[in-house]
């Protein structure tokens, strides 16, 4: 046996303490001649399936395995003196019992034993040893513990327990990385193996792929534990021997007992557990009763739906649902269809918004017929097969929008009807950017602060950017390199650290639910209370387990909030779902480019656009929001022109203009790509989209053999015509070349109709809702901004451009968001700096019950508890008391008076003296000891207002010089942190602007 597998290996997953990279780890095994390895990472599975692939790519056998944490005690006991210490223990997978033992013991030791580690006990693993083998462990394992505290008794008793429960799936690890405890603990180990005739395996505590990057792994536990290389008291790992050794330097290391180090190979052929990537786990429905048939359950509620939408069910409808139904059943999709239904209905029925539909499922008759989309997919060519293609098996993949505020509630919905462990969210990693990278290595290596700041500044902030490309690009950085060692060596140490995992969080939107308890499939994790899994998203899909995307749309939100305030403003219902997609007056009003708060077409460059194109159909909406993107954006200038001329617009071929006709003879969807193969070349649905597929991920090869199948046609082995081709329809080869050539040059930039559609959706209804609800609708929006000072600056001049006026907070008609008053809009008080949520409440409970009548009358209702003097004060500068006829500077001078009085007051009042009082009191309310001053000048006032609310609301300092300043300026302050629109309207790094300003503060260092 000339082998040695490595079966203690720590990957990047072990979060800011391994420093092996996967791919990087499985290529140096196979280049030192192993043909298997594991993977036990501190406590988690994160890396297992990443892992397992590269295995798998390389030609090696993957071990899958945990070095999880054993609880002193037992899992349950979480006492800081007792169990903050748990030890180490490496268990490995033998089968696939042992796999899904693993994800058991992994699990539970989030779900239940965390305590600052997830920790599991001897208990535990009692009834989950199946499939297991266990080893050992490093110095921080409880018998190697045992054996360093000279307690060889408790390290006798400790290998009798793991021995009888893992039997002879049971080893004792011996390691040696020139630790002198490590010999003690190694000998000891030796003597408990000849006693108790459990064998010994040498392993190597691996955190780096080769040698020298102990130096890089150094730093990076300098970033786990915040210290610097400095720091003498910090943890740091011994030596430079933590790597992934060959065999010949394991041998050496454990000369005087060979037999550990192959041990590892009787070991590494124990351990055949695999992945499945072959089985989808779909839940199942729960029928109604007397339901028995998912199939015919859902196919009633289509056809139920169907009668509901459309005014006459035509024989097309019938036979396109007749066609999705079957396709739905033949992949297996029933339940899911069903679920997707149940959950939305759920939400509908509570008042939840629900989006229009994201992504290619609005292509779906079914899913519209459902309720699941709401938007007709026949009156807008929108394709089924785009979602889901018979010919290339895949999950459906239906995401949702919902309102921002109550996304929640319909998740907590499904938690419950599936059951808590059929259930989770989704894991997703933050990893090492370049910036931050650059910085942490820096501060790690106390480069000073100034000096790091400039050569992580260099770093240009752009998507796809890495310490690589920029030093590639960027000569200032070079040149710093070239010229100073000391930047150089940051530079490289932080290019090594940049990408690696760095944190573990949930995923915004993601939801997994399964047939069996999720355990089964997938390791959990915890975060704080919310349980999620251990695999991200996509290993979730590949591991056949059903995700789905429920998002949080603020948009939603301002709509539902505005439909709000007009049933209370103006007693009107609005059914925003009820809407023709054809008023021109809502089309005017995108085209005059005045869109802010419109969804999808607020930026400044999507405004230009606008009032270039002009928009007078729904078409033209979807169009704008599918070319409006990088790539597509070339064609703008001939859309706009063939939208004017539209007699002028030629084709390649007559047939096209049936396809092209609503975009002006532009290609701009995917759904065109497929329906152009299909009526030039006669391609079936399903094979038109893997054409499509094909063009988008350019796929060269593919798509030049797709050519002569376009041109020529296909005939299957017995002389039948598959695929007809260009020629045989009259097309003649060289208008077929044309075409396809066209087609391959779009199809990378062509955008999904259906996600665009039902997207175009939000945007007119928001717009429907800013031309004839303009107050009310942006009230909506400013709640929804509530917080971003900017924003609500923007929309509030917004408002006064549409004559709309903003009032200031006011303690007698403010709520806590903003509200409309008759015709005017009326800040929320939740607005306003310094007055807590408890006070907010408190305030509008007291005057529902009577109108404040004066500033003492205000005080003296609301409880000193909730509203301190600092509220009071920033009330009163934002205006808030101003319908009560004082001056602001009356108050600002005398209301810490008035509430000290009214305190001492509330203390001396004593039973019986009340009564006596109480007429002098009443009467007290209105004479308030106000002085005989001036109101402050207006530039104070604005000044106040701009303290506490973050904007000026009554006027603006700048006002008198606004003509000069429009005609000077070439940036608009909103713009400055939003890279993306800087860029649309061609602003740069290093780009000269001119802006106008106030200086409200100077600084000298
Ligand atoms: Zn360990
Ligand atoms: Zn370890």
């Known amino acids: 046996m000339k082998n040695f597998t490595h079966l203690h290996v720590h990957t990047e997953y072990s979060l800011l303490d391994g420093f092996c990279r996967i791919q990087d780890l499985v290529k140096q095994a196979k280049k030192l001649g192993m043909n298997s390895l594991a993977i036990t990472d501190h406590g988690v599975m994160f890396g297992v399936v990443d892992f397992y692939k590269q295995c798998v790519r390389e030609g090696i056998k993957p071990i899958i395995g945990c070095e999880v944490y054993t609880a002193p005690r037992t899992l349950h006991h979480k006492d800081s003196k007792q169990d903050s210490n748990p030890g180490h223990l490496v268990l490995l997978a033998k089968d696939q019992e042992g796999y899904r033992n693993l994800m058991k013991i992994v699990s539970t030791g989030f779900v239940e034993g965390f305590y600052y580690k997830p920790r599991i006990d001897i208990d535990y693993l009692k009834g989950h040893s199946q499939g297991i083998i266990a080893l050992s462990s490093c110095l921080a394992g409880d018998i190697p513990r045992a054996i360093m505290a000279n307690n060889l008794e408790k390290a006798r008793h400790l290998v009798q327990d793991y021995k009888d429960i893992f039997g002879e799936d049971y080893y004792l690890e011996v390691q040696d990385h020139g630790i002198p405890e490590q010999l003690k603990?190694?000998?000891?180990?030796?003597?408990?193996?000849?006693?108790?005739?459990?064998?010994?395996?040498?392993?190597?505590?691996?955190?780096?792929?080769?040698?020298?990057?102990?130096?890089?792994?150094?730093?990076?536990?300098?970033i786990q534990t915040a210290t610097s290389v400095s720091d003498s008291n910090r943890m740091k790992f011994p030596g430079d021997e933590f790597y992934l050794k060959s065999r010949e330097e394991m041998m050496d290391l454990?000369?005087?007992?060979?037999?550990a180090v192959d041990n590892s190979n009787i070991i590494a052929e124990k351990c055949n557990a695999e992945l499945d990537f072959n089985t989808t786990h779909l839940p199942k429905f729960q029928l109604p009763p007397g339901e028995e048939d998912p199939k015919k359950y859902l196919s009633d509620l289509c056809y139920k739906g169907l009668a509901k939408k459309y005014d006459k069910v035509t024989e097309e409808l019938t036979d396109r649902m007749k066609y999705e139904l079957s396709v739905i059943d033949s992949m297996g999709y029933n339940d899911y269809f069903l679920i997707v239904w149940d959950f939305i209905k759920y939400a509908k029925d509570h008042q939840i918004m629900v989006g229009p539909g994201r992504g290619s499922a609005a292509g779906s008759i079914v899913a519209y017929s459902l309720d699941i989309t709401a938007i007709d997919p026949i009156k807008y060519d929108l394709l089924f097969e785009r979602f889901l293609n018979p010919d290339r098996v895949t999950m459906p993949d239906i995401d949702i929008d919902f309102c921002y505020e109550r996304r929640q509630e319909v998740i907590d919905y499904v938690i419950e009807k599936y059951g808590h462990d059929h259930v989770a969210q989704i894991i997703t990693f933050g990893t090492m950017a370049a910036r931050q990278s650059i910085r942490d290595v820096g501060r790690s290596l106390d480069i000073p602060y100034g000096k790091v700041d400039k050569v992580a500044k260099e770093i240009p902030m752009e998507i796809g950017m890495n310490i690589q490309k920029a030093v590639k690009n960027n000569p200032n950085l070079a040149k710093m390199m070239g010229e100073d060692e000391e930047v150089d060596n940051l530079i490289e140490i932080a290019k090594s650290l940049e990408g690696l995992s760095r944190h573990a969080s949930t995923h915004a939107a993601g939801v997994v639910i399964s047939n069996k308890p999720l355990v089964e499939y997938v390791p959990l994790y915890r975060n704080n209370e919310v349980i999620s899994t251990q695999y991200t998203m996509t290993l979730l899909e590949e591991l056949g387990l059903l995700k789905m995307d429920f998002l949080g749309l603020r948009t939603l939100t301002v709509i539902r909030d505005a439909i709000e305030n007009i049933r209370k403003n103006r007693d009107i219902e609005i059914d925003i779902d009820d809407l023709e997609y054809d008023d021109k007056n809502v089309y005017e009003l995108i085209s005059s480019g005045h869109t802010l708060g419109i969804f999808q077409l607020e930026s400044a460059g999507m405004q230009k656009f606008m009032t270039n194109l002009k928009p007078d159909s729904f078409e033209d909406i979807i169009a704008?929001?599918?070319?409006?993107?990088?790539?597509?954006?070339?064609?703008?200038?001939?859309?706009?022109?063939?939208?004017?001329?539209?007699?002028?617009?030629?084709?390649?071929?007559?047939?096209?203009?049936?396809?092209?006709?609503?975009?002006?003879?532009?290609?701009?969807?995917?759904?065109?790509?497929?329906?152009?193969?299909?009526?030039?070349?006669?391609?079936?649905?399903a094979r038109s989209d893997l054409v499509r597929r094909a063009m988008s991920k350019k796929k060269m090869d593919v798509m030049e053999a797709e050519r002569q199948v376009f041109i020529h046609g296909e005939l299957d082995d017995s002389g039948n015509i598959t695929v007809e081709g260009a020629l045989r329809r009259g097309v003649s080869e060289e208008q077929a070349n044309k075409i396809y050539d066209q087609m391959i040059d779009f199809a990378n930039y062509a955008f999904n109709k259906s996600h665009a559609a039902a997207y175009a959706v939000i945007a007119y209804q928001t717009a429907w809702l800013k031309?004839?609800?303009?107050?009310?609708?942006?009230?909506?929006?400013?709640?929804?901004?509530?917080?971003?000072?900017?924003?609500?600056?923007?929309?509030?001049?917004?408002?006064?451009?549409?004559?709309?006026?903003?009032?200031?907070?006011?303690?007698?008609?403010?709520?806590?968001?903003?509200?409309?008053?008759?015709?005017?809009?009326?800040?929320?008080?939740?607005?306003?700096?310094?007055?807590?949520?408890?006070?907010?409440?408190?305030i509008i409970a007291k005057r529902e019950e009577k109108a404040y009548i004066s500033f003492t009358d205000f005080y003296k209702r609301n409880d000193g508890k909730v509203l301190n003097k600092r509220a009071v004060e920033s009330l009163i500068k934002c205006g808030a008391f101003d319908s009560l006829k004082v001056y602001r500077s009356q108050l600002m001078n005398v209301y810490e008076k008035i509430i000290d009085n009214i305190n001492e007051d509330k203390k001396h009042k004593?039973?019986?003296?009340?009564s006596l009082f109480q007429n002098m009191q009443e009467s007290s309310i209105f004479r308030e000891n106000l002085p005989d001053i001036e109101e402050f000048e207006e530039d104070m006032k604005l000044a106040l207002e701009k303290e506490i609310l973050g904007l000026y609301i009554t006027g603006h300092p700048l006002k008198k010089y606004e003509k000069l300043l429009v005609n000077k300026v070439s940036l608009d302050s909103s713009m400055i942190d939003n890279q993306e629109e800087l860029k649309e309207i061609g602003i740069k790094d290093g780009s000269t602007v001119t802006v106008g300003g106030i200086i409200t503060q100077k600084k000298t260092c």
């Open 185 to 222: 603990v190694k000998q000891g180990l030796a003597l408990l193996s000849r006693e108790t005739k459990v064998p010994l395996i040498a392993t190597n505590d691996v955190h780096y792929v080769k040698k020298e990057d102990a130096k890089n792994h150094d730093i990076l536990l300098c």
């Open 254 to 259: 454990f000369y005087d007992m060979p037999e």
């Open 624 to 685: 704008g929001i599918s070319l409006y993107r990088p790539g597509p954006m070339d064609s703008i200038p001939t859309y706009i022109k063939n939208k004017k001329n539209s007699e002028n617009i030629q084709y390649i071929h007559p047939i096209l203009e049936s396809t092209l006709k609503v975009t002006y003879g532009c290609m701009v969807y995917q759904e065109q790509v497929m329906k152009i193969v299909r009526d030039i070349a006669g391609y079936s649905m």
């Open 771 to 842: 031309k004839y609800y303009p107050i009310e609708f942006m009230a909506a929006l400013l709640t929804s901004v509530m917080g971003n000072d900017k924003k609500v600056a923007q929309y509030i001049m917004n408002c006064k451009n549409m004559s709309i006026n903003v009032l200031p907070p006011d303690v007698n008609e403010s709520y806590e968001k903003f509200t409309v008053v008759g015709d005017k809009i009326r800040f929320g008080l939740a607005a306003v700096k310094n007055v807590g949520e408890n006070a907010v409440q408190s």
């Open 910 to 914: 004593i039973e019986g003296q009340i």
